[in-house]
């Protein structure tokens, strides 16, 4: 089992950064492939970033360029720094975890474990 707990969301202005962290418990983190995913409301669950346990990742077209999902396995957290936010970026930002570690899979149905979430709004 691995439980997940995001932090580090809030409220900014277009163009501003945040830095979403997301901290495992449990069994080994470093042999879990971990993704960010984020749903607007009244939407799907969409990907957004994906990283394997050797550092390989994945992006969504939308955040190419701006966002970037680093991990230390040391503090068994992943990270998202987002730059230059749009409002179209304001979602509920999942963390999660899959048993697939060498995957950086853009599906939610190959996650294992899934954290509480963390908003992040972006106003104009």
């Known amino acids: 089992q691995v439980q997940l707990v995001e932090s580090g969301g809030g409220l900014v202005q277009a163009g501003a950064s945040l830095r979403l962290s997301c901290t495992a418990s449990?069994?080994?983190?470093?042999?879990?492939?971990m993704g960010w995913f984020r749903q607007a409301p009244g939407k799907d669950r969409d990907f957004v970033a994906a990283?394997?346990?050797?550092?390989?990742?994945n992006y969504a077209d939308s955040v190419k360029g701006r966002f970037t999902i680093s991990r230390d396995n040391a503090k068994k957290t992943v990270y998202l720094q987002m730059n230059s936010l749009k409002p179209e970026d304001t979602a509920v930002y999942y963390c999660?975890?899959?048993?697939?570690?060498?995957?950086?899979?853009?599906?939610?149905?190959?996650?294992?474990?899934w954290g509480q979430g963390t908003q992040v709004s972006v106003s104009s």
């Open positions: 999660a975890a899959s048993a697939a570690r060498s995957g950086t899979s853009n599906s939610r149905y190959n996650y294992d474990y």
């Open positions: 449990g069994r080994t983190f470093s042999n879990y492939a």
């Open positions: 990283i394997n346990w050797i550092d390989s990742t």
